[in-house]
C-alpha cells in the first residue's frame, strides 16, 4: 500500500547546528500557520570517508545512534517551544541510517514542505552542510526552505512583508504561488519584484528602456491579477527594476521576512530565477528562503 500524501506535513532535517535548530523553530511555526504535524528527521550515515580507511568498530555505530537520538529528542523540544500553547501540533522525530542527501530528496515525496539549515556541524555526523542543502534543493519533489541561524535586524520581522521573484516562467507561477499563499497566513504585504534585464543597460544600445519598462510593468499586473483576486486579503507592491535579478533580490530581502523563488527560470533578457539565480539567493539572503521546487 502506497503511503498517504504529506504524511510527513512540514519535513526537517536536523542535525544539532545553530542553523538547523533554526531552522527547527522556522519548520514548527510554519507547521503551524498551515495546522498540518511536523516530522523531524536525523540521518546517521554508515559511511564515514577516511584515508587510510580502516575498519570502525561497533561502538562507533552504537555512538552514532545514541548521539542521533539526542539530536532528535532535542530538536523535537525546540519544536514544541517554538509553538504557541494555543496552536499546538502533532511533532514526530525519526531516526534513519542512511546518507542525507537521498534520504531527505526520498522523504520529500510525502511532505508538504522540506526545511534545512543553511549549513550544518563539523564532526563525522554532520549533515546539512552548504553542499547536502544545495543537492538536495536541487533534487527534491517539494518546496524547500532553507533557514538561517542569524537574527533579523529589522525592527518589526513579524510585520515585513514576503518577498517573491517573478518572471513568467512555470517555476516562477509556482513561487507566486507559494508567496501569496505565506503572506496571507502571516498577514503580511507581498512585494512582486521582477527585474527585467539580465544585461547590463550600457551593452544594449538603442533600447528605448522606457517602453520597455512599461511593457514589463503591465505584464506582471497580469500575472499577478489573478492571484490577487483569489487573495483579496493580501497587499500586493509591484516592483520592476531595470537590473539583474539576484542583486535586486539580495537587496530588498533585508526589508522581508521571507523571499521565496522558483528553482530555474527562462532564458532571455527579461529571464529571472535561473538556477544561478536561485544559488546566488541562497547563499547571500539572511532571511529565510523557500525554493519553489515542483512536485
Known amino acids: 500500500m502506497s503511503a498517504p500524501a504529506n504524511r510527513y506535513g512540514i519535513l526537517a532535517g536536523v542535525d544539532g547546528s545553530p542553523a538547523s535548530n533554526a531552522a527547527v523553530c522556522w519548520a514548527a511555526r510554519e507547521a503551524a500557520l498551515r495546522h498540518v504535524p511536523l516530522t523531524v528527521v536525523h540521518m546517521v550515515n554508515a559511511a564515514v570517508p577516511m584515508y587510510p580507511q580502516f575498519p570502525l568498530s561497533s561502538g562507533v555505530s552504537a555512538w552514532e545512534q545514541e548521539e542521533g537520538r539526542r539530536v532528535l529528542e532535542h530538536s523535537v523540544k525546540i519544536a514544541e517551544d517554538a509553538v504557541p500553547a494555543g496552536r499546538k501540533i502533532p511533532v514526530a522525530g525519526e531516526l534513519r541510517c542512511s546518507p542525507p542527501v537521498p534520504t531527505l530528496v526520498d522523504m520529500s515525496d510525502d511532505a508538504e514542505m522540506l526545511v534545512l539549515g543553511s549549513h550544518g556541524r563539523g564532526a563525522a555526523t554532520r549533515v546539512l552542510l552548504g553542499s547536502v542543502s544545495s543537492n538536495v534543493v536541487r533534487g527534491a519533489r517539494c518546496p524547500v526552505a532553507v533557514v538561517r541561524d542569524e537574527d533579523p ?12 521573484g517573478v518572471d513568467g516562467s512555470p517555476a516562477s507561477e509556482l513561487a507566486v504561488a507559494i508567496a501569496f499563499d505565506e503572506a496571507s497566513r502571516r498577514g503580511v504585504d507581498l512585494q512582486a519584484l521582477h527585474a527585467w534585464s539580465d544585461v547590463q543597460v550600457y551593452e544594449l544600445p538603442g533600447v528605448d528602456w522606457v517602453t ?34 539576484a542583486p535586486q533580490l539580495i537587496e530588498k530581502s533585508e526589508g522581508a521576512q521571507l523571499v521565496v523563488v522558483g528553482s530555474h527560470g527562462r532564458g532571455g533578457l527579461s529571464g529571472m530565477l535561473l538556477g544561478s539565480v536561485s544559488n546566488a539567493v541562497l547563499h547571500s539572503v539572511r532571511m529565510p528562503v523557500i525554493v519553489a521546487r515542483p512536485r
Open 153 to 164: 535586524l529589522m525592527p518589526h520581522p513579524g510585520q515585513a512583508p514576503v518577498l517573491v
Open 212 to 245: 520597455v519598462k512599461a511593457e514589463a510593468e503591465r505584464s506582471l499586473a497580469e500575472r499577478l491579477a489573478g492571484w490577487q483576486e483569489r487573495y483579496p486579503d493580501v497587499t500586493v507592491h509591484r516592483l520592476v527594476e531595470c537590473d539583474r535579478p
